[in-house]
């Protein structure tokens, strides 16, 4: 006996007290006996917490999903390759618990032994494999070897002897509790229905002694958590494939009815070009309301400990993201429910679009969070094709569930007038079919003329008042009529009915912009950008909105996402291009609108933009090569007559000017539609270009164009 054990005081017990309880019959010394503890935890030791957020919370994923399922990052990124295996080379040598990972499964006290009572609550226990090499289960599963110790218990290599493969046995609870494992062993057998390829697979359930086994799918590879501790913070278009892929699993387990509860980056392996989830110790059903808790501290929501939903389920696989392309700093302490700013840590400064995926999936009101995995995916697709993108310089483009396109190509200005921000531009949320009005919206939506609209939806929003599709498009016809105040009130009212309504918001950004009020719009479409972070539509909408309130930088960085992720936005490349141009950076500004492909239908708008960005005069004047350049970006160009002579007004005009202000030096060898650069033939061109628009012209239009080309023409004697 240890010096200071006491001996069991219970009648014909030979056991001594260790931590307060006997190490035989496991009973507490009569005075440990009149303790309690009034502590509730988790199985981390996770305390519950009060709920933060009530009422409902609304699905953006109103059209069938068109995110990939059938390939690892949708074949947009390749993942590097794993060395294959053999299955016996993962058998720990010396299987032993660390210190740091030795707790009461029941109370989260830490404990020093391998094996005794919990000197809290008496619990006994155990962190020696109770399996060992050789041993037989169910006659047909025989043990190679230790692989891991999880929350549950140890985690085993056997070879099924049947079917000639390698599975794996893991613990279905504390093996010291033999009624309670044949409790769980039969409560657990729902297991054995999952049925997914990103899942392991359950197949058999086996008695061995005190203890109930799962035997699963033995999957070879390295968990998440092996690969970022081996590389660091992985590469973000690799880390998004990774949990984009695996919400699949996520939202299948959902759809039966079940919650994972425990995910994190040591519970999905990589084998292959593949992902999967390989630890259902912790599943549970949505509607048990008593079984116990499993969360991980760092990855559970903070109102994890009054039961796990599917908001909870979704917070873990974001923190889970966090985890594999950041370093967070007091991640179970400071950063438990929290992720670093910008400027602490500067992938989520340079990703944008990740941190706001990020700090939505992780709000602390669980109403604020992704509705669902499908939509959480959906939203996690649109940020690795900015990711990849960006990163190669080649547009990645898709149809989105949400959002129909840039409209600017169907209306443009007439003539060549600049393209400037129009609210008429931005792109229309698509109508959410499951709206009880949406069959009779789809038929007035075409209708050209905006009174008849108004008056037709008003008629169906009396026959069907519970339809928001029905007040959305009466909102926005009443803006097109004029009648700005009852548009407003109507989208004040959805709003305040529904504060997860994204819709409202979105429409009455486009009113505040139509009105000039830049910058209340620019904090809606900001919002709209949250609640939609793999969307591009809300940031072509932020972009136009922060460029009319003159916060020039924020709409640059927004335009440039956009038109880089999907050129078809052609609004995103004229919006950056002014963003460049007014801040004289003329060769950025050409740059941009060289992203509009050749095949665009607003290509020849492209071209004259660039020649008024070539010409403008924000920084330093332009130079000869600039000239050069606005010239030849129009000359070949199919342009009305009258359209041509105010473009060589444009072009002749700002080459005279610098020619005689003697900011740029004649250059014989320099033409300028076909002039050399001098001011006797600038004049003559611009000349030239005055009478042939006056001859398209009458009355005192072209009496005014006559006076120009007279004032404007090369001197002479005569």
């Given at each position: 006996m240890?010096p ?8 014909n ?6 931590d ?5 019959c ?7 006996a009149?303790?309690s503890?009034?502590?509730?935890s988790?199985a ?13 919370r ?22 590097p ?15 032993k ?17 391998e094996r ?6 008496g ?9 060992l ?5 169910g ?11 999880g ?30 494992a044949a ?13 997914h390829?990103n ?16 035997v ?5 590879g390295?968990?998440?958590r092996?690969?970022r ?12 494939a ?18 994972f509860?425990?995910?994190?980056p ?7 070009e ?44 974001g ?14 302490k ?11 840590e ?21 109403d ?24 190669t310089?080649t547009?990645?483009p ?12 169907l ?31 789809v ?7 905006a009174d ?10 009396d026959?069907?008042p ?25 989208l004040?009212a959805?709003e305040?009915?529904d504060?997860w309504e ?10 505040l ?5 830049a ?9 709209v ?8 539509a ?22 440039d ?12 490349c004229?919006?950056l291009?002014?963003?460049?141009a007014r ?16 095949t ?11 020649a008024?960005?070539l ?28 359209d ?31 002039q050399?650069l001098?001011?006797?033939?600038l ?9 042939a628009?006056a001859r ?17 023409r090369?001197?002479s004697?005569?």
């Open positions: 240890a200071g054990n006491e001996v069991c005081a219970q009648p017990c030979l056991g001594v007290l260790e307060g309880y006997c190490n035989i496991g009973l507490a010394a009569p005075k440990a009149t303790k503890s009034a502590a509730v988790t981390t030791g996770s305390s519950p917490a009060e709920r933060n957020g009530s009422g409902s609304r699905s953006v994923s109103r059209g069938p999903s068109r995110s990939s399922r059938k390939n690892l990052g949708a074949g947009l990124i390749s993942v390759e794993l060395p294959a295996a053999e299955p016996e080379q993962s058998i720990l040598t010396d299987p618990v660390p210190d740091s990972k030795r707790f009461c499964f029941r109370c989260d006290r830490p404990l020093t032994r005794g009572f919990c000197g809290q609550c619990q006994k226990y155990s962190f020696i494999p109770t399996l090499p050789g041993d037989m289960l006659g047909q599963y025989e043990v190679r070897g230790a692989l891991a110790y929350g549950l218990g140890w985690i085993y290599l056997a070879f099924d002897r049947t079917l000639s493969r390698y599975v794996v046995l893991k613990g279905l609870l504390n093996a010291e509790d033999a009624a309670a409790v769980a062993m039969a409560e657990r057998r729902f297991l054995a229905a999952v049925k390829p899942i392991v697979g359950i197949y058999n359930f086996v008695q061995h002694g005190t203890e109930g086994f799962i699963m799918e033995y999957v070879g390295r968990t998440l092996d690969i501790r081996a590389r660091g913070p992985l590469p973000v278009a690799e880390a998004i990774y949990i984009h892929r695996i919400l699949g699993a996520v939202g299948y387990l959902h759809e039966q009815g079940l919650l509860c425990d995910f994190k040591e519970n999905v392996m990589l084998e292959g593949d992902v999967k989830l390989i630890d259902l110790g912790g599943v549970r059903r949505c509607d048990d309301l008593k079984g116990d808790i499993y969360g991980t501290e760092g990855y559970s929501a903070p109102e994890a400990g009054d039961g796990p939903t599917v908001a909870s389920d979704l917070y873990t696989v923190r889970t993201l966090a985890v594999l392309v950041s370093d967070i700093r007091g991640f179970t400071e950063r438990r429910y929290t992720l670093p700013d910008p400027q602490e500067p992938i989520f400064a340079r990703e944008e679009s990740l941190f706001r995926f990020l700090l939505k999936a992780t709000a602390k009101n669980p604020d969070r992704f509705v669902s995995a499908e939509e959480m995916a959906e939203q996690l697709m649109g940020i690795l094709r900015e990711t990849v993108a960006v990163e310089g547009p990645r898709a149809v989105s569930a949400l959002f129909g396109g840039d409209k600017l190509p209306n443009p200005p007439p003539g060549i007038n600049p393209i400037t921000v129009d609210y008429r531009d931005l792109a229309e949320p698509n109508i959410d079919l499951s709206d009880p009005a949406a069959t009779l919206v038929g007035v939506a075409a209708w050209p003329d008849h609209k108004v008056a037709a939806l008003r008629q169906i929003v026959q069907r519970q339809s928001v599709e029905a007040r959305l498009r009466l909102s926005e016809s009443l803006l097109e009529c004029g009648s700005v105040e009852e548009a407003e009130t109507i004040r959805l305040s009915e504060p994204w819709r409202a918001r979105w429409y009455r950004g486009r009113l912009l139509a009105g000039g009020k910058a209340e719009a620019e904090k809606l479409f900001d919002q950008y949250f609640d939609l972070p793999g969307e591009l809300p940031k072509l909408a932020f972009a136009m909105a922060a460029e009319a309130a003159a916060n020039l930088d924020i709409a640059a960085r927004m335009y996402l956009v038109a880089r992720t999907d050129p078809s936005f052609v609004s995103a004229f919006g291009a002014r963003c460049l801040s004289g950076d003329r060769k950025g500004a050409v740059a941009a609108l060289d992203r509009i492909p050749k665009s239908s607003m290509y020849a708008r492209s071209r004259i933009e660039a008024r960005a010409t403008g005069n924000a920084g330093a004047p332009p130079s000869a090569d600039e000239l050069a350049s606005a010239s030849a970006a129009i000359e070949d160009l199919a342009l009305d007559p009258a041509r002579g105010m473009l060589e007004d444009l072009i002749y005009g700002s080459a005279l000017d610098l020619v005689l202000s003697r900011r740029v030096a004649p250059n014989a060898a320099i033409r300028i539609l076909g050399p001098s001011e006797d033939n004049r003559a061109g611009l000349e030239r270009s005055y009478r628009m398209l012209s009458d009355g005192r239009e072209k009496v005014r164009l006559v006076d120009r080309a007279n004032r404007v090369p001197r004697l005569f």
